[in-house]
């Protein structure tokens, strides 16, 4: 269900691009059309808006620059307010 709520989320804040996650705990996202600079983006949504989220470059660091991982292993309640915190975020 976690993963549901986040996918439909990600979505619905712009973030359509990535693979349908398939056996793991978290969503690899494309966020290249608001930055350039994951690990910048994800200490603003850590300060801005509480959104704890890992920047691509620390799994990639050719083509991380453009991608977070976001992770839905925990209580669906917190994955459903990250959602609506997300929602909030204006690039």
Avoid at 65 to 87: H, I, K, T, W
């Amino acid at each position: 269900r976690n993963r549901d709520i986040l996918c439909e989320g990600l979505v619905a804040a712009g973030f359509a691009n990535f693979a349908p996650p398939d056996g793991a705990f978290y969503v690899y996202v494309d966020v290249s059309g608001v930055t350039d600079d994951s690990l910048a983006f994800s200490q603003t949504l850590l300060r801005k808006h509480g959104i704890a989220a890992s920047p691509g470059v620390d799994f990639d660091r050719v083509d991380g620059q453009r991608m977070m991982r976001f992770s839905y292993a925990g209580p669906e309640e917190d994955v459903v307010e990250a959602v609506r915190r997300l929602a909030g975020v204006r690039f």
